[in-house]
C-alpha cells in the first residue's frame, strides 16, 4: 500500500500563489504517474493536472490553463503542483493521486485511473 502525503495548502488572497507537494511514503515516485485533483464542498471530485511517470507529459483542466503548473522532482521524491493568479473559485481539498506505471488505457484526466489517494489538503483563496 502507498501512502501519499500532501503538504503546502494554506490561506490566500486572490492572486497568490501556493505550491502544494506531494510524496509517496517509503516509496520512489519514479514508478508512478501522478495526479491532482480538487473536491470542493458539495461538488464532485474534479481533475486539476497530471504527469506522466518518465516523460513528463503533462495534462491541465482548462480552468486552471495558463495558472498552474505540474512538476516532479525524483531527486526530492515530490511532484509538485505550483498555482498562482489564484481565485476564490479555486478553493477546494487538493488530493494527490498515484498510479503504479504509465497511465496504459487510461485517461489521465479521471480518477478511476488512479491507485492510491492522499487524504488531501485545504486551499482556501479569499476575495
Known amino acids: 500500500q502507498v501512502q501519499l502525503v500532501e503538504s503546502g495548502g494554506g490561506l490566500v488572497q486572490a492572486g497568490g500563489s501556493l505550491r502544494l507537494s506531494c510524496a509517496p511514503s517509503?516509496?520512489?515516485?519514479?514508478?508512478?504517474?501522478m495526479a491532482w485533483f480538487r473536491q470542493a464542498p458539495g461538488k464532485e471530485r474534479d481533475f486539476v493536472g497530471a504527469?506522466?511517470?518518465?516523460?513528463?507529459?503533462?495534462y491541465y483542466a482548462d480552468s486552471v490553463k495558463g495558472r498552474f503548473t505540474i512538476s516532479r522532482d525524483n531527486a526530492k521524491n515530490t511532484v509538485n503542483l505550483q498555482m498562482n493568479s489564484l481565485k476564490p473559485e479555486d478553493t477546494a481539498v487538493y488530493h494527490c493521486?498515484?498510479?503504479?506505471?504509465?497511465?496504459?488505457?487510461?485517461?489521465?484526466?479521471?480518477?478511476?485511473?488512479?491507485?492510491?489517494w492522499g487524504q488531501g489538503t485545504q486551499v482556501t483563496v479569499s476575495s
Open positions: 493521486a498515484a498510479k503504479t506505471g504509465a497511465w496504459y488505457g487510461g485517461s489521465p484526466m479521471n480518477s478511476t485511473t488512479y491507485d492510491y
Open positions: 517509503g516509496r520512489t515516485i519514479a514508478t508512478y504517474a
Open positions: 504527469i506522466s511517470r518518465s516523460r513528463g507529459i503533462t
